[in-house]
């Protein structure tokens, strides 16, 4: 197992070091991972890439986003898994499928079937041996038009500038500047009502992880800590509007397609690591 985070006890001292100097803010001890912590989070990462895996083998034209349901619990289960979304808040559904003008937690169902030049967005989140995880995908279904192409596209490549900025000692800060600044070059707008997050003990940890920022502000990114990065593109206007039929379905609100792509990262001595591929 990769030891990354042996350093623990002397990133806490480190710490409280450097809260007591005052220049910025300085994450809680509990949010650095113990190697046990990491290791749990690792494997709770798997299964969630297996789950992810799996959809993408099957997914295509004709099947129901209730069929996606059924494989996501299916597959967690069968590997010792609990899907993380069902009932949190009153979710009803084991995973998220949101497509096309759904900006994120779509809600599966058996109306909703998938067709030629859909996108759709399938996050999923894995809870193995109490840790957590949590990683969406853009999947296009057949042939789509170049417009919903780029938007993917781009969205991919806002993550990954994003993930390109987890570094020790970096700032949060950087993370949103880079993400926002690509969307913005090429034409998109980021969705500001939702975050990326801290994740691994818990679903949804501090911090709390813009998608737009300043650079070198917020909060000190320090080894051992895991969080989401998981951009929203629009492709005009950033505004998203929750349906007040089901109280979840994020809608934009000019109609247009949306995507998302998301990773969960641990910072590590020396850079990042994904722990959802
Ligand atoms: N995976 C989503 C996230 O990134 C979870 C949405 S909450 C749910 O936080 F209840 F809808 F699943
Ligand atoms: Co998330």
């Known amino acids: 197992m990769n030891q990354i985070n042996f350093n623990r006890d002397k990133t806490i001292e480190k710490l409280a070091k450097l809260r007591e100097m005052q220049v910025c803010d300085v994450p809680k001890d509990s949010l650095i991972k113990t190697q046990q912590q990491i290791d749990g989070i690792i494997e709770s990462g798997k299964i969630n890439t297996g ?6 083998s099957k997914i295509k ?9 059924d494989w996501v619990k299916d597959y967690t289960e069968s590997h010792g898994a609990i899907c993380a979304p069902y009932q949190y808040g009153g979710f009803p559904k084991h995973v998220c499928t949101s497509i096309d003008d759904v900006v994120c937690h779509g809600i ?48 991919k490549q806002c993550l990954n500038v994003g993930l390109s900025q987890v570094k020790p000692y970096g700032r949060l800060g950087d993370i949103g500047y880079a993400i926002e600044s690509l969307a913005i070059s090429k034409g998109y707008k980021v969705v500001r009502d939702y975050c990326g997050h801290g994740v691994g003990n818990a679903f949804h940890e501090d911090p709390m ?21 998981e951009p929203m593109l629009n492709m005009k206007k950033s505004g998203v509007k929750v349906s007040a039929v089901d109280g979840w379905t994020a809608y934009t609100k000019d109609k247009l397609p949306s995507a998302q792509w998301e990773h969960t990262v641990l910072v590590t001595e020396d850079g990042y690591e994904i722990l959802t591929y």
Request: net charge neutral.
């Open 61 to 69: 034209a004709g099947i129901t986003t209730a069929d996606i349901d």
């Open 209 to 229: 992880v813009m998608h737009y920022g300043k650079k070198n502000t917020g909060c000190l990114l320090v080894p051992g800590m895991v969080f989401t990065i």
């Open 108 to 155: 599966p169902s058996k109306k909703a079937v998938l067709t030629e030049g859909m996108i759709i967005n399938v996050d999923v989140s894995t809870i193995y041996k109490g840790y957590y995880s949590d990683a969406s995908r853009m999947f296009i279904i057949g042939n789509t038009t170049d417009e919903k192409k780029r938007l993917v596209d781009v969205c």
């Open 51 to 56: 789950v992810l895996d799996y959809v993408a």
